[in-house]
């Protein structure tokens, strides 16, 4: 028989000491949060000294409503191993004084993921339940029997622990990386990360049924894809838009951090943020995945592929101007999130357990909503596009080939070719430890044009009982850069012709630009020339195509790219044309950031930010953003109404880093005449002396 113990004074939740043996001592130094798996110590306060053979003590934990233990959201547990429904919790007794006593409780590696309610009972017969306070659970990487376990400590600290990183935009022939504050350890940003899988639909719906999911990596990646877009009136974080009207929220380009979009998330009253696009919906699902102790990264495909119909072919209709129309469309570039999990639902074997493509940019909707993933890479690699989730959608993204048609005047359309190459190119993610761009095609797709490349695009399109229909020859044309293009500088470009035939031919030769939105969309004409050109048998010829700075400027503050298109219709026979493109993405002029000093925490440290207009006219409505977890707990924000030809402008800022560790400042400039200019550096906090 149990005596009760009904001398319990106080509980020291020990939150600093556990925090920092769980890894979470960042996030918040107040709050007791620890990962499943791992064990946690709880100290009681008593009158007298605790005999665990005589003293009756229960400790219950729950999270959610209507918490069960058949649901595996409640556990109630003394000092002795139990069986039985649900997710056991254990505990053992630590120590004890006269005075006190500490318990270790560890949480199974399989608990549900959230914030959770800690109670006592000391008293056999009763039916009432002490408070204690809670605590919030979060996954793993650090746990073997986790299944968002990493073996590598240099991953995880990447992965799961970094909060800042690298992004990739651009294009496949001119990459440009771009710093970005992810943020997870903000003080809040956990309460808004936990905030964000209460208002999903799901367990809107039946919160018990909920609330027991958010034990799997794979119902929690779903459910934070689909709510990090708004498009199912799901209180989402951001609302998407591509048209380049902006004046009613924040253009997408400006954003840097994902701290920033989540805290005015929750001061929306979990309304939409405006705006985002891939690469910001992107970032902050990497924040709200590496705060809940998912492993993750943010990866760029370059010559990304959205295939409406699943046919895993792309078709690019080009009238004889060389005008785009699209049915499908190949974005320049686009984002999406990788997350390291295992793969029980697809398979009994660790086939397909590791990185997972998981992306929240709302495209097409999977399973009634808009989200995708998480689907294998080993699956998309080998063609299994048969496995859930999304994994021919996102095959597609990757290695879908290109049907080109030429548009006749009449309406009738003539195929020139079929490109299986160009899809899918240059995928990459920050590598650990450096912000060096890491190449991961490899982990898609096998090299182009191989037997194994080929091989598993028949597959795929034999899971979905599709055939291929073969590449038509094709005529050589080429455009290539002269130099590389940097906005301020007129565009200089050479266009190549070469006869392959016998024959001389006569061709009638159409060069058209067009701004284009990295989705691939056309937003207007820049440029066109047309000439005659005589092109002897087996002969080559070049074409210089200058594209003035007065003419692309402006039209590029909402648009990524510059697409050269070059149409060649033989002038006896109109039905024979050929054609070339290119895009064109212009280098930004330099942003720099000097550091002056060492950086101490809590200590004064002095950054120099410098920008020099490179235009022949003045700049408007400049400003300067400085942004970084641990350096800066806000935006630090300079206006600078006007900077003149040729002028310098420095913006010196003086703040105290309070985190120590590798942090990355973020800088942006911004101005009414061209698009966001941003830079970044890697500033390492040492402690303070003092301390």
Same mark, same amino acid.
């Given at each position: 028989?149990?005596?009760?113990?009904?001398?319990?004074?106080?509980?020291?939740?020990?939150?600093?000491?556990?925090?920092?043996?769980?890894?979470?001592?960042?996030?918040?130094?107040?709050?007791?949060?620890?990962?499943?798996?791992?064990?946690?110590?709880?100290?009681?306060?008593?009158?007298?000294?605790?005999?665990?053979?005589?003293?009756?003590?229960?400790?219950?934990?729950?999270?959610?409503?209507?918490?069960?233990?058949?649901?595996?959201?409640?556990?109630?547990?003394?000092?002795?191993?139990?069986?039985?429904?649900?997710?056991?919790?254990?505990?053992?007794?630590?120590?004890?004084?006269?005075?006190?006593?500490?318990?270790?409780?560890?949480?199974?590696?399989?608990?549900?993921?959230?914030?959770?309610?800690?109670?006592?009972?000391?008293?056999?017969?009763?039916?009432?339940?002490?408070?204690?306070?809670?605590?919030?659970?979060?996954?793993?990487?650090?746990?073997?029997?986790?299944?968002?376990?990493?073996?590598?400590?240099?991953?995880?600290?990447?992965?799961?622990?970094?909060?800042?990183?690298?992004?990739?935009?651009?294009?496949?022939?001119?990459?440009?990386?771009?710093?970005?504050?992810?943020?997870?350890?903000?003080?809040?940003?956990?309460?808004?990360?936990?905030?964000?899988?209460?208002?999903?639909?799901?367990?809107?719906?039946?919160?018990?049924?909920?609330?027991?999911?958010?034990?799997?990596?794979?119902?929690?990646?779903?459910?934070?894809?689909?709510?990090?877009?708004?498009?199912?009136?799901?209180?989402?974080?951001?609302?998407?838009?591509?048209?380049?009207?902006?004046?009613?929220?924040?253009?997408?380009?400006?954003?840097?951090?994902?701290?920033?979009?989540?805290?005015?998330?929750?001061?929306?009253?979990?309304?939409?943020?405006?705006?985002?696009?891939?690469?910001?919906?992107?970032?902050?699902?990497?924040?709200?995945?590496?705060?809940?102790?998912?492993?993750?990264?943010?990866?760029?495909?370059?010559?990304?592929?959205?295939?409406?119909?699943?046919?895993?072919?792309?078709?690019?209709?080009?009238?004889?101007?060389?005008?785009?129309?699209?049915?499908?469309?190949?974005?320049?570039?686009?984002?999406?999130?990788?997350?390291?999990? /295992?793969?029980?639902?697809? &398979? +009994?074997?660790? @086939?397909?357990?590791?990185?997972?493509?998981?992306?929240? %940019? *709302? !495209?097409?909707?999977?399973?009634?909503?808009?989200?995708?993933?998480?689907?294998?890479?080993?699956?998309?690699?080998?063609?299994?596009?048969?496995?859930?989730?999304?994994?021919?959608?996102?095959?597609?993204?990757?290695?879908?080939?290109?049907?080109?048609?030429?548009?006749?005047?009449?309406?009738?359309?003539?195929?020139?070719?079929?490109?299986?190459?160009?899809?899918?190119?240059?995928?990459?993610?920050?590598?650990?430890?450096?912000?060096?761009?890491?190449?991961?095609?490899?982990?898609?797709?096998?090299?182009?044009?191989?037997?194994?490349?080929?091989?598993?695009?028949?597959?795929?399109?034999?899971?979905?009982?599709?055939?291929?229909?073969?590449?038509?020859?094709?005529?050589?044309?080429?455009?290539?850069?002269?130099? /590389?293009?940097?906005?301020? &500088? +007129?565009?200089? @470009?050479?266009?190549?012709?070469?006869?392959?035939?016998? %024959? *001389? !031919?006569?061709?009638?030769?159409?060069?058209?630009?067009?701004?284009?939105?990295?989705?691939?969309?056309?937003?207007?004409?820049?440029?066109?020339?047309?000439?005659?050109?005589?092109?002897?048998?087996?002969?080559?010829?070049?074409?210089?195509?200058?594209?003035?700075?007065?003419?692309?400027?402006?039209?590029?503050?909402?648009?990524?790219?510059?697409?050269?298109?070059?149409?060649?219709?033989?002038?006896?026979?109109?039905?024979?044309?050929?054609?070339?493109?290119?895009?064109?993405?212009?280098?930004?002029?330099?942003?720099?950031?000097?550091?002056?000093?060492?950086?101490?925490?809590?200590?004064?440290?002095?950054?120099?930010?410098?920008?020099?207009?490179?235009?022949?006219?003045?700049?408007?409505?400049?400003?300067?953003?400085?942004?970084?977890?641990?350096?800066?707990?806000?935006?630090?924000?300079?206006?600078?109404?006007?900077?003149?030809?040729? !002028?310098?402008?420095?913006?010196?800022?003086?703040?105290?880093?309070?985190?120590?560790?590798?942090?990355?400042?973020?800088?942006?400039?911004?101005?009414?005449?061209?698009?966001?200019?941003?830079?970044?550096?890697?500033?390492?906090?040492?402690?303070?002396?003092?301390?």
């Amino acid at each position: 028989m149990y005596r009760p113990t009904n001398n319990l004074l106080k509980v020291q939740l020990n939150c600093e000491k556990n925090n920092k043996e769980h890894r979470t001592d960042d996030i918040a130094p107040n709050k007791l949060i620890v990962r499943r798996g791992k064990p946690f110590q709880l100290t009681f306060l008593t009158e007298r000294p605790f005999q665990p053979t005589q003293d009756y003590f229960e400790i219950t934990v729950e999270t959610g409503p209507n918490a069960s233990e058949s649901k595996g959201t409640k556990s109630s547990f003394g000092f002795q191993a139990r069986s039985g429904p649900g997710k056991p919790w254990s505990m053992q007794l630590i120590s004890s004084t006269t005075t006190s006593f500490t318990v270790s409780i560890c949480p199974p590696a399989n608990a549900c993921v959230g914030l959770y309610s800690l109670s006592v009972k000391t008293t056999p017969s009763s039916a009432s339940l002490t408070a204690l306070g809670s605590l919030i659970i979060l996954f793993n990487p650090w746990c073997e029997d986790d299944s968002v376990y990493m073996v590598k400590e240099e991953e995880r600290r990447e992965y799961v622990m970094s909060e800042q990183g690298m992004l990739y935009t651009g294009s496949s022939d001119s990459i440009h990386a771009v710093g970005w504050d992810f943020g997870q350890f903000e003080d809040d940003v956990i309460d808004i990360c936990l905030k964000l899988l209460d208002k999903n639909p799901k367990c809107v719906r039946n919160a018990a049924e909920d609330f027991s999911a958010r034990c799997s990596p794979i119902y929690v990646g779903r459910v934070v894809s689909a709510m990090i877009n708004v498009n199912d009136y799901d209180n989402g974080v951001l609302a998407g838009r591509w048209d380049g009207s902006y004046s009613d929220g924040v253009n997408p380009g400006s954003w840097s951090s994902s701290v920033e979009i989540l805290r005015k998330w929750i001061q929306n009253g979990c309304g939409p943020v405006k705006y985002g696009q891939c690469w910001v919906f992107a970032a902050v699902m990497c924040t709200v995945l590496r705060c809940l102790g998912i492993p993750c990264r943010v990866v760029t495909n370059f010559d990304s592929a959205h295939d409406t119909n699943t046919n895993l072919t792309v078709d690019v209709f080009i009238n004889e101007n060389g005008v785009e129309e699209k049915e499908d469309s190949i974005w320049n570039f686009h984002v999406w999130v990788e997350a390291w999990m /295992k793969r029980p639902d697809i &398979s +009994d074997s660790s @086939l397909y357990d590791g990185w997972q493509v998981l992306d929240p %940019t *709302p !495209q097409e909707k999977s399973e009634g909503s808009y989200c995708c993933g998480p689907a294998p890479l080993k699956a998309i690699l080998e063609g299994h596009t048969n496995l859930k989730y999304d994994v021919p959608f996102v095959f597609a993204e990757v290695n879908a080939d290109v049907v080109k048609w030429i548009v006749h005047p009449d309406g009738s359309r003539k195929k020139l070719r079929t490109d299986t190459s160009s899809v899918g190119n240059r995928i990459s993610t920050k590598a650990v430890g450096t912000d060096r761009r890491l190449d991961i095609t490899n982990l898609y797709k096998h090299q182009e044009g191989s037997k194994a490349e080929r091989d598993e695009f028949n597959n795929a399109m034999r899971n979905m009982g599709l055939s291929e229909d073969p590449a038509p020859a094709a005529v050589v044309m080429k455009i290539e850069e002269v130099v /590389k293009p940097v906005t301020g &500088s +007129d565009i200089k @470009l050479n266009l190549t012709l070469r006869n392959t035939g016998s %024959t *001389p !031919q006569t061709l009638i030769l159409q060069i058209n630009a067009q701004t284009m939105r990295y989705t691939g969309t056309p937003s207007g004409n820049i440029y066109k020339d047309q000439k005659e050109i005589q092109l002897q048998p087996n002969k080559e010829q070049s074409v210089p195509i200058t594209i003035p700075f007065a003419d692309y400027g402006e039209k590029m503050l909402n648009n990524n790219s510059i697409k050269v298109s070059a149409v060649a219709k033989n002038a006896k026979d109109p039905k024979e044309v050929y054609m070339a493109d290119k895009d064109i993405v212009p280098h930004s002029p330099p942003l720099t950031i000097t550091v002056k000093g060492t950086a101490v925490l809590y200590n004064d440290l002095i950054v120099e930010v410098m920008f020099e207009n490179p235009l022949s006219e003045t700049l408007k409505n400049c400003s300067i953003t400085l942004a970084g977890s641990g350096l800066l707990s806000s935006p630090e924000i300079s206006q600078i109404a006007t900077l003149n030809a040729g !002028q310098r402008v420095r913006v010196i800022v003086t703040f105290q880093p309070y985190r120590t560790g590798l942090k990355k400042l973020v800088a942006d400039f911004q101005c009414s005449n061209f698009t966001k200019i941003n830079a970044s550096c890697n500033i390492d906090v040492k402690p303070s002396s003092r301390n």
